[in-house]
């Protein structure tokens, strides 16, 4: 279905490849799952793979893609390899553009000419898949991460496609959706579908795999029966890391000062409730985690304890002082917030300039020791004049931390800091914040991972259904 024959390619302006001589078959029926550190070039692999790289893209390009016995340069635009490839990105976001969750759906519906009546049957179909029947009538730009992922997927899944290529399409969701992301790709799979899968949760889509490829600088360094991959050690603690050897303190802070408390806090977007009369205390030193499924209120939460929220009811109390009575900025100096999607964050041109505004912004003394302090911390000494977008995707995690680290607040908040990481990339991020811990920061973390939460944090907050329904530090 799918060739890539000594494939290399170079992104304008840039000299080092991203591609570097690919050769890779994915044949009828089969799943091919491709996985490697940040950085290594799996996106572009999946771009060059599915046409765009080569339709849509500048550049140095080598070798050849043929999709379907055609090769991509003979097919006239992305329209017409759209009828062959369906494409799920890393980015889903960037993939909405209607004010419904239908609509998204409807649209890659319509687009095939099917009859209202099949169509109907389809959508229903579609949305069951995916659970997606509530979601219906909200708009995408609403969702949480994992949801819109799981939109992004329906939509593909939509066009009715032979062969689907994802990129990382359950980063964002917790353990339970991305098990229902793993049967929806069986059940495709099974159904004669060709998918190329770029990965890196092996462990819950060993069932649906034929071959496990590594990537590694742009080269492929390994592949072939998943079995024997994973006879690596250095593979082995890529995909299937070990987090009870993070090292650091252990043990709760139950007799340190307060410094956030909540107070039974509700808040709505419009009509939709997303969290419902939560109270609870955080304490100086703690090293929290936030876990529970796609749209349980975690991000909700956390967004209120700097004031990029407001309640619609109860009280957030940071340090003493009420959010209801400071600003984003005041609140600054307290509590630091790293997003999901770190790229967010930037804007400066290189990564030195990124760190110094928050530094210079607050007045910190001292700031180019703390400039270059936070670099190192962060192991970007020696990117510290890189354009911040030209970094991996493990880098620009590390760079966020680095920025919110450098301004020196004494609460570290961090929207799942290790989504889209290798297993070393994220034990490394797991580390810095346990250092982090050890100088005095109070972290808490939003994570899907159960093995972090459990070998990491002190304490583990679980929500659901925008409540808290459990939590290990409580009296």
Known sequence: MIELNNVSYTYPHTVQPALHRITLSLE?????????????????????????LHHEYGGKKEGSVVIDGKDVTQYRSLSDLAQNVGVVFDDAEAQMIFTTVEEEILSALEHRGLSAAVIEERLSGIMKTTYLEELKDRSPHNLSGGQK?????????????????????????????????????????????????????????????????????????????????????????????DFSAVKGIAGTATDSEPVISVQNLTHNYGNVQALSGISLTIRKGEFVALVGENGSGKTTLVKHFN??????????????????????AALACDVGLVFQNPDHMFFADTVREEIAYGVKNLGIEHGNEVIESALGDAGLTESAD???????RGERQ?????????????????????????????????????????????IIIITHNRDIAEHCADRIITMEGGKVISDTGSA
């Open 28 to 52: 009828k029926g089969r799943c091919v799952m491709v996985t490697g550190p940040s950085g290594a070039g799996k996106t572009s692999l999946s771009l060059a793979a599915s046409g765009i």
């Open 149 to 241: 992922q799981r939109v992004a997927l329906a939509a593909t899944l939509a066009l009715g496609n032979d062969i689907l290529i994802l990129d990382e399409p359950t980063s964002e969701l917790d353990e339970h959706a991305t098990k229902r992301i793993a049967e929806i790709l069986k059940d495709l799979k099974d159904q004669g579908k060709t998918i190329l899968l770029i990965e890196h949760k092996f462990g819950q889509f060993h069932e649906m795999v034929d071959a496990l490829v590594v990537l590694e600088n742009g080269e492929i360094t390994a592949q072939g029966i998943p079995s024997d991959v994973l006879k690596d050690d250095h593979v082995r603690g890529m995909v299937l890391p």
């Open 307 to 328: 004031r990029l929220l407001s309640p619609t009811g109860g009280d957030v109390i940071v340090r003493g002082k009420n959010t209801k009575d400071c600003s984003i």
């Open 386 to 392: 890189l354009y911040p977008r030209w970094l991996s």
């Open 398 to 442: 590390r760079l966020g931390i680095a920025c919110v680290v450098a301004m020196q607040p004494g609460i570290i908040v961090l929207d799942e800091p290790t989504t889209g990481l290798d297993g070393y990339e994220a034990i490394l991020v797991i580390n810095i914040l346990k250092k982090l811990q050890e100088k005095g920061h109070t």
